[in-house]
């Protein structure tokens, strides 16, 4: 079949400036074929390369004594005690969701499942972080809707369970949703596999499912800014098959215990390309693929679509010639293919044939050591302006304000599509604080949690990237877990926007400053850019994906109050409502400047609670909506009234940092305030939880009125 001819218009579509092409040229020394052009963009496009990212991610600090394994590979590695570890990412699907809002998230979820079992490791957790535009938008609905049930209808037929997450509107998601999905899994800590390729002459296999035209240019697409043409990229969406993950998960996992396995890569972003360069690059050598071999489920496939598709449920192996008998019986045991596609040479060449012609010939460490590499210009964003006046309400006003926004009301009807359930391990279900699953057969348990504040961002980059850490630390230290490490999702709109850049800056300069001060290193990541419609962009979402770890089961803290118990604060409050919950849900204002996060006071604080653990019988986090949102969902979860004793809106709505709400009995209370004095951590009692009404001050309401809006707001919203 003859090729299409290389114009300035068919470069353009393939996303590469001119300045790239011209690179391109001068890195083989002739005009590239179809295919060669096509190899280059996916692997030099913004999502494979991270091109404008990579200057500031060499930043985040990485390493710490429980890090097995950094960024860099599949997903990150954390030491968990007695030989165990576990492994864990979270990754973007916006694009592809935005497009085809079922498929996009279920092949989001296929994929960091593929990202975690690709190390040796059986999946245990699954969260996901997803934000969408204004609740009244005419395409909320069915995006809010198809994503949820994409989701669900992957973890859940997959078989694992789905712990935790976030949901959030915004108009500036109206024309791009984000999906952010993240996995856990459990190994050995000295039986992780890795994607290196190492060896001379040794046998390139394809494993799992065939490849088709879906999802062909689908990296591409996702490094692009969407327009009027959005419909015209549906075909690029990948089409998921949890079933047949199941059977690849198990069958990789059986791969792995015959010793066959030299080097592995999920194949995920840009395909067959990716995967085999990848392998190539970090072993140090050259890749030889034969695509006659390669399984197809479509006639006369070309080697452009069979090198760029993005069909799901595919690996790439490295394999010890000597076991090819035993690691096929595997694959042929659970249905699925396995085929040796090529070999692995010691020149630096990525060479790829066709029934014997030669389709690409290219310097494999061009394709991806020496991508470009960009240090955009940034500009700061600007000081935000101080904060007028915020008028006095009424309390309980304020909080039905919140709790019958579909951005703070319960998550039910999200969560309750997703089986948490799977495994029998979870210990605590979405709704109340992180997810918690026990590591089967030991006595300990991993918190999970994800955690970011857009609007905070914005306003301060530096500080919003702070406290997205920040929260996510505290998130884990309610319920009792030593937080371990972190995996983040970084998603900005244009990067060559000097203000957009200027964002991603500051986000990366506070992560690292919290992620180094509270011992929560980054072990694993995505950059989702060019989160953009006809050139407007998305909040700036820095998602932060937390693991704690719990050791034993009476150290896990719940976060249900009981009738009688006293309310506390641990933490100090300089009230703060700029760019606060109350703010924007109230009185329509997005204004201020984020919270100040105290790294010192965050440490301090989270050690107290996890030091005193004895005494608390429960424990959040004050975040959105400050105490009067933290103090009426703990008195929801365990249906019982609350008293607040304060009813000024600046103490009971503000968003100050650092700071937790307890509860438990008096007696308790008055170890804990001795405790804290010696530790001169501050604290205060607020209130009490008793009887059948939510009151602050004066202002008082039904529990049981406000417990249904607040569950049943989210549904209306979204129907």
């Known amino acids: 079949m003859q090729e299409p001819a290389i114009t300035e218009d068919v470069i353009a579509a393939h996303g590469m400036t001119p300045d790239e092409y011209q690179l391109l040229l001068d890195t083989i020394g002739r005009d590239p074929s179809f295919t060669e052009l096509g190899i280059f963009s996916a692997m030099w496009n913004e999502h494979c390369s991270y091109k404008s990212s990579k200057k500031w991610l060499r930043t985040l600090p990485t390493d710490g004594p429980q890090v097995i394994c950094g960024p860099g590979e599949n997903a990150g590695v954390v030491d968990i005690g007695d030989g165990q570890a576990v492994v864990f990412k979270m990754e973007s699907h916006n694009h592809p969701s935005y497009i085809e809002p079922y498929q996009g998230a279920a092949t989001g979820v296929g994929g960091i499942l593929r ?23 005419p395409k909320t609905s069915q995006l809010v809707n198809g994503v949820v049930a994409g989701v669900g209808g992957y973890g859940n037929c997959f078989g694992v369970p789905t712990v935790g997450g976030e949901v959030r509107f915004d108009p500036a998601y109206n024309g791009n949703c984000l999906v952010n999905a993240f996995a856990a899994g459990l190994a050995d800590a000295d039986k992780i596999f890795y994607s290196a390729a190492s060896g001379v002459g040794m046998p390139v296999v394809y494993l799992g499912a065939k490849t088709g035209r879906d999802g062909v240019g689908g990296a591409t697409m996702a ?75 479509e006639k006369n496939m070309t080697a452009y679509e069979m090198m760029l598709s993005e069909s799901q449920e595919r690996m790439l192996m490295v394999l010890k010639p000597e076991l090819e008998a035993e690691a096929k019986a595997v694959f042929d045991k659970w249905d699925l293919d396995f085929a040796i596609v090529g070999e692995t040479i010691a020149e630096d060449r990525f060479l790829v044939t066709l029934n014997g012609e030669v389709k690409a010939d290219l310097p494999l460490k061009a394709l991806s050591g020496t991508a470009p590499e960009y240090d955009r210009p940034w500009v700061p964003t600007p000081a935000a302006e101080p904060l007028a006046d915020v008028p006095n309400i009424d309390p309980i006003d304020g909080l039905r304000a919140l709790i019958t926004s579909p951005n703070y009301a319960g998550k039910q009807w999200v969560y309750e599509q997703y089986d948490h359930m799977v495994m029998a391990d979870t210990a605590r279900a979405p709704g109340a604080g992180s997810g918690i699953v026990r590591v089967h057969g030991t006595e300990k348990s991993l918190a999970f949690t994800s955690d970011v504040t857009p609007r905070y961002v914005k306003a301060n980059p530096v500080e919003g990237g702070k406290q997205a850490v920040a929260e996510a630390y505290r998130n884990l230290t309610a319920v009792g877990a030593t937080p371990l490490a972190t995996t983040d999702n970084l998603n900005f709109g244009n990067p060559e926007k000097p203000e957009i850049m200027g964002q991603f800056v500051g986000a990366i300069q506070g992560i690292g400053e919290a992620v180094a001060a509270l011992d ?76 100040h996060v105290d790294l010192v ?74 405790n804290a004095g010696r530790a001169g951590v501050p604290i205060r009692s607020v209130g009490k939880f008793t009887g059948d009404v939510v009151r602050m001050g004066a202002s008082e309401a039904p529990l049981e009125e406000l417990a249904s809006v607040f569950r049943t707001s989210f549904a209306e919203a979204v129907a």
């Open 223 to 297: 490094s692009a800014e969407f327009d009027d043409t959005i419909e015209d990229k549906r075909p690029t969406v990948q089409v998921g098959d949890p079933f047949t993950e199941k059977r690849l998960m198990e069958a990789t996992l059986e791969l792995m215990q015959t010793g066959a396995v030299i080097s592995i890569q999920d194949m995920g972003a840009a395909g067959l390309t990716c995967s085999a360069v990848e392998m190539g690059d970090k072993g140090n050598l050259g890749v030889k693929l034969y695509l006659e071999d390669v399984p197809v489920r």
């Open 601 to 674: 006071a965050e440490k301090r604080n989270g050690d107290f609670i996890r030091d005193n653990r004895d005494w608390i019988t429960a424990c959040t986090d004050i975040a959105d909506g400050g105490l009067a949102l933290a103090a009426f969902e703990m008195a929801e979860t365990g249906g019982v009234g609350v008293t607040l004793d304060d009813a000024d809106t600046l103490t009971l709505f503000s968003e100050e940092q650092s700071r937790y709400l307890i509860a438990c009995n008096f007696d308790m209370a008055e170890a804990l305030m001795m």
């Open 520 to 595: 929560m290193p980054i072990v694993s990541g995505n950059v989702s850019l060019y989160n953009e419609t006809d050139g407007t962009g998305i909040l700036p979402t820095p998602t932060i994906g937390a693991v704690g770890l719990i050791a034993q089961p009476d150290h896990i803290i719940n976060a249900t109050a009981r009738d009688g118990h006293v309310a506390l604060v641990i933490g100090e409050v300089t009230p703060h409502l700029g760019q606060s919950a109350l703010l924007a849900e109230v009185f329509n204002r997005v204004e201020g400047d984020a919270p």
């Open 115 to 137: 990202d975690v079992f690709t190390m040796g490791a059986r999946p245990i957790a699954a969260m996901n972080s997803l934000s969408f535009g204004k609740p009244s938008h």
